[in-house]
């Protein structure tokens, strides 16, 4: 929960009335829409993002509305900056209104192979702008990520930190080239998507670092796998993979790392309960969540693979 002091300070910079702030949501309930049509504001804390890291966050997202991917458009606030500090622990950054709503799953209207090719085409375009990016501020590379600093201290099970410790050996002798790595979104998941009428809009870059193109493409596979039945899971993740890599090609033609889509859809299922066992508050999860974190912990432990087949 933000200060009072924090959201008065905000109101007072923006030149607006309390009521015309409203909050949107976030994980730390820190995003808001100003009315009437202002735009979103995001605050944040020093302690949890860096300005650095935030402001090469905003520079990446205005590369890619230059090279018409459709994201979320930052926007320069007075003084012509991306970010302005509000008082000496938070600062705050403003993106356009997007129009249209989160995807949803159940609707059938919604959630089928149209939008997969074009989530799949929006992913591609964006990577394949990344070849050409040349910052002047870096996002931070995969292995800066914060999870991996709290490993040792976090108390996670033995066997699991080892399982993280592979993979970091591994991935040092995973091909790095333009076409296999670069800057990606990091949590390109369906709940980072808006639609609208046709259009698509890719939202929430605070997890972008450079990593593997695979990985991006693996996030969306993970997720939207978990959205249908287990017994339904292989038809349905086929059929998504299938529409989701038609439309990637699109954006993307050049694909010499698509072996390696199985392996990080299990290495997200790692990161996915690390993720949770760090940051989830366990008094407010339901028994069915705190079952449903067991049971990824036991297959973690077990290693056995996430989606149970092999894409390709």
């Given at each position: 929960m933000l200060p009072d002091t924090v959201m008065n300070e905000l109101i007072t910079r923006l030149g607006c009335r309390p009521s015309d702030?409203?909050?949107?949501?976030?994980?730390?309930?820190?995003?808001?829409?100003?009315?009437?049509?202002?735009?979103?504001?995001?605050?944040?804390?020093?302690?949890?993002?860096?300005?650095?890291?935030?402001?090469?966050?905003?520079e990446w997202l205005e590369y890619l509305v230059s090279k018409k991917v459709q994201v979320a458009k930052p926007l320069r606030l007075s003084d012509d900056e991306f970010i302005h500090v509000i008082s000496g622990e938070y600062y705050v950054v403003m993106y356009d209104k997007i129009n249209g709503t989160h995807v949803n799953p159940q609707n059938p209207q919604v959630w089928n192979s149209a939008l997969f090719e074009k989530w799949g085409e929006a992913t591609g375009k964006m990577h394949t702008a990344a070849k050409c990016y040349h910052p002047a501020q870096k996002r931070p590379h995969w292995n800066q990520h914060i999870i991996l600093k709290k490993l040792d201290s976090a108390g996670l099970d033995p066997i699991l930190i080892q399982k993280w410790r592979h993979y970091g050996k591994e991935f040092e002798r995973l091909p790095s080239t333009r076409h296999h790595f670069g800057l990606i979104?990091?949590?390109?998941?369906?709940?980072?998507?808006?639609?609208?009428?046709?259009?698509?809009?890719?939202?929430?870059?605070?997890?972008?670092?450079?990593?593997?193109?695979?990985?991006?493409?693996?996030?969306?596979?993970?997720?939207?796998?978990?959205t249908v039945d287990r017994s339904d899971r292989e038809a349905f993740v086929k059929t998504f993979f299938q529409s989701f890599m038609t439309g990637y090609k699109r954006g993307n033609a050049n694909t010499p790392f698509l072996s390696q889509i199985d392996y990080f859809i299990d290495y997200r299922h790692l990161f996915s309960y690390t993720y949770h066992f760090l940051y989830a508050d366990y008094d407010k999860l339901t028994e069915k969540q705190l079952s449903y974190l067991n049971d990824m912990k036991q297959s973690l432990i077990m290693g056995s693979s996430f989606l149970g087949f092999s894409l390709l």
């Open positions: 702030v409203k909050l949107l949501g976030g994980y730390n309930s820190n995003v808001f829409e100003v009315l009437p049509d202002r735009g979103v504001v995001k605050i944040l804390e020093t302690t949890s993002a860096s300005e650095a890291d935030t402001l090469g966050e905003l979104h990091g949590d390109l998941h369906h709940g980072n998507l808006i639609v609208h009428n046709d259009e698509l809009t890719l939202i929430d870059f605070g997890d972008s670092e450079y990593h593997w193109f695979a990985y991006d493409i693996a996030v969306a596979v993970y997720h939207a796998a978990q």
